[in-house]
């Protein structure tokens, strides 16, 4: 395996360049992930609809066990057990921003290059105004569960189970389990479980306590991931091969108007509305999807009932859990209902990304609520929460670990503008051939698989690949 050993060296001088003023050695990170032998053992896959343009271009890379769809370059690089979905990418013509009129020369692609991508979602459009045709991933490290949401990235270290989200990073570190949406940073280190929302008009932030962070996610001497986040996937993942092992499996009754992935898990009395989509390496067990609720890639919904137009972003985990309509549950958060101690989530609620609801009381959220950080009893949920009409009147909130500073109306009606927009994108209110989303438009995807060298010089990088209409 000379020739991707070679590659794997390459990225870690790339980026331990980019990240040299903090005297930050990404090696340690990457020899802890990379199995070679199994990076032979799993095939790629990509997806061919009539309604996704079709362009990849795989080149000197290893992109075993990923999911690629839409337009996507991958060079010099290793994809490893990540989703690429490019179904949101802009197209030619489009006009990229209310403040910038100028439209699109081309389609938009995911252009990788240069980088370690393990167990990632890349998802949405690029929101970086400055390459509009162009969601670019260089010379960056991504690992377990991260999301690189409408983000580009040159240069960046990002932690287990982070999210960067509709922005653009710079030579940048960030934490295991923290989420930031902030337009733009450049040279940043951003502390384990920083929540950061913040624009012209608001800051949002919210620091997880070091100690509490520590059971549920931290990186050990040996740079592996560690904590009870990473135990449930971990207990769980084993159970994601038989979908991979078998070329044809009868798919999952469910109505005309949902999509269920190919490479979804479901298990146990699970029950599927109409418009519901639940996407590949998603897992279902005795969970009840209402009418246009969805689940993202690498989310769980467990002993559950979500009664309809539920958003549960991507990595979210819902467990003996009850919500009502027009939740949405944000990324990579941990609801962890007991079986005798069940998590209810009032109407129109916004749990906020990467929180964290664990205890052994019943919980319950007030409808019209917006909650965060971390909920380990009945009395944090009047620490950690607002109802939506009190933050719109305020211009500043503050509590244990948070603080609110802006225009709390334009943050209110920003997060539920794009829940109804993730909404309307999934087909949620699909009705008559009307209105119709991704629900409806991925479920005639053919699903393709690519192999690498597995002997030779070129072992475990896959030949120069180039996929178009």
Same mark, same amino acid.
């Given at each position: 395996?000379? +020739?991707? *050993?070679?590659?794997?060296?390459?990225?870690?001088?790339?980026? =331990?360049? &980019?990240?040299?003023?903090?005297?930050?050695?990404?090696?340690?990170?990457?020899?802890?992930?990379?199995?070679?032998?199994?990076?032979?053992?799993?095939?790629?896959?990509?997806?061919?609809?009539?309604?996704?343009?079709?362009?990849?271009?795989?080149?000197?890379?290893?992109?075993?066990?990923?999911?690629?769809?839409?337009?996507?370059? /991958? #060079?010099?690089?290793?994809?490893?057990?990540?989703?690429?979905?490019?179904?949101?990418?802009?197209?030619?013509?489009?006009?990229?921003?209310?403040?910038?009129?100028?439209?699109?020369?081309?389609?938009?692609?995911? +252009? %990788?290059?240069?980088?370690?991508?393990?167990?990632?979602?890349?998802?949405?459009?690029?929101?970086?105004?400055?390459?509009?045709?162009?969601?670019?991933?260089?010379?960056?490290?991504?690992?377990?569960?991260?999301?690189?949401?409408?983000?580009?990235?040159?240069?960046?270290?990002?932690?287990?189970?982070?999210?960067?989200?509709?922005?653009?990073?710079?030579?940048? %570190?960030? !934490?295991?389990?923290?989420?930031?949406?902030?337009?733009?940073?450049?040279?940043?280190?951003?502390?384990?479980?920083?929540?950061?929302?913040? *624009?012209?008009?608001?800051?949002?932030?919210?620091?997880?306590?070091?100690?509490?962070? +520590?059971?549920? /996610?931290?990186?050990?001497?040996?740079?592996?991931?560690?904590?009870?986040? /990473?135990?449930?996937?971990?207990?769980?993942?084993?159970?994601?091969?038989?979908?991979?092992?078998?070329?044809?499996?009868?798919?999952?009754?469910?109505?005309?108007?949902?999509? $269920?992935?190919?490479?979804?898990?479901?298990?146990?009395?699970?029950?599927?509305?109409?418009?519901?989509?639940?996407?590949?390496?998603?897992?279902?067990?005795?969970?009840?999807?209402?009418? !246009?609720? =969805?689940?993202?890639?690498?989310?769980?919904?467990?002993?559950?009932?979500?009664?309809?137009?539920?958003?549960?972003?991507?990595?979210?985990?819902?467990?003996?859990?009850?919500?009502?309509? @027009?939740?949405? /549950?944000?990324?990579?958060?941990?609801?962890?209902? #007991?079986?005798?101690?069940?998590?209810?989530?009032?109407?129109?609620?916004?749990?906020?990304?990467?929180?964290?609801?664990?205890?052994?009381?019943? $919980?319950?959220?007030?409808? *019209?609520?917006?909650?965060?950080?971390?909920?380990?009893?009945? +009395?944090?949920?009047?620490?950690?929460?607002?109802?939506?009409?009190?933050?719109?009147?305020?211009?500043?909130?503050?509590?244990?670990?948070?603080?609110?500073?802006?225009?709390?109306?334009?943050?209110? &009606?920003?997060?539920?503008?794009?829940?109804?927009?993730?909404?309307?994108?999934?087909?949620?209110?699909?009705?008559?051939?009307?209105?119709?989303?991704?629900?409806?438009?991925?479920? @005639?995807?053919?699903?393709?698989?690519?192999?690498?060298?597995?002997? !030779?010089?070129?072992? !475990?990088?896959?030949?120069?690949?180039?996929?178009?209409?």
């Amino acid at each position: 395996m000379e +020739k991707l *050993n070679y590659l794997l060296d390459r990225i870690v001088d790339r980026v =331990n360049a &980019n990240l040299r003023a903090y005297e930050y050695d990404i090696e340690p990170y990457i020899r802890s992930i990379a199995n070679l032998e199994k990076m032979l053992k799993f095939s790629a896959t990509y997806g061919v609809t009539s309604q996704h343009p079709l362009s990849l271009n795989f080149k000197n890379s290893n992109i075993s066990g990923s999911y690629f769809l839409g337009k996507c370059s /991958v #060079k010099r690089s290793v994809v490893y057990k990540s989703e690429i979905r490019g179904d949101e990418l802009k197209r030619k013509g489009d006009i990229i921003s209310d403040s910038y009129k100028v439209p699109l020369a081309q389609d938009e692609k995911i +252009k %990788i290059k240069g980088s370690f991508l393990f167990k990632t979602l890349v998802h949405s459009n690029s929101h970086n105004p400055e390459t509009p045709e162009e969601f670019y991933i260089r010379n960056t490290v991504s690992t377990h569960y991260s999301n690189i949401h409408g983000s580009t990235v040159a240069g960046c270290y990002i932690g287990p189970y982070a999210t960067v989200d509709l922005m653009s990073l710079h030579s940048c %570190i960030v !934490g295991e389990y923290s989420y930031l949406q902030a337009d733009e940073l450049f040279h940043r280190s951003i502390n384990p479980g920083t929540i950061l929302v913040e *624009n012209d008009s608001f800051s949002f932030i919210y620091k997880y306590n070091p100690d509490v962070l +520590k059971k549920y /996610v931290y990186i050990d001497d040996s740079s592996v991931p560690k904590g009870v986040l /990473v135990d449930f996937v971990e207990d769980r993942k084993n159970e994601f091969e038989r979908l991979y092992a078998q070329v044809d499996l009868e798919p999952f009754k469910a109505p005309e108007s949902s999509s $269920i992935s190919r490479f979804c898990l479901i298990k146990g009395k699970t029950r599927i509305g109409e418009n519901v989509m639940a996407c590949q390496r998603s897992y279902l067990e005795n969970a009840i999807m209402g009418e !246009g609720s =969805n689940a993202q890639e690498n989310c769980y919904i467990i002993n559950s009932h979500l009664k309809g137009f539920n958003v549960t972003a991507h990595g979210g985990k819902i467990i003996n859990s009850d919500l009502e309509p @027009n939740v949405f /549950v944000g990324f990579n958060s941990f609801l962890n209902g #007991k079986k005798d101690s069940r998590i209810s989530i009032g109407e129109d609620c916004i749990v906020m990304p990467h929180t964290i609801i664990d205890s052994d009381e019943a $919980i319950k959220v007030p409808a *019209n609520h917006i909650v965060w950080g971390f909920i380990g009893s009945q +009395k944090d949920v009047e620490i950690n929460s607002i109802s939506a009409e009190d933050l719109m009147a305020t211009k500043e909130a503050t509590s244990e670990g948070m603080e609110f500073k802006g225009d709390g109306d334009v943050f209110v &009606n920003a997060f539920k503008g794009r829940i109804k927009h993730i909404l309307e994108l999934n087909g949620a209110f699909a009705k008559d051939g009307e209105n119709e989303g991704h629900a409806q438009s991925k479920q @005639n995807a053919s699903l393709n698989t690519l192999q690498p060298y597995r002997t !030779g010089p070129n072992k !475990g990088v896959y030949p120069t690949i180039r996929i178009a209409p």
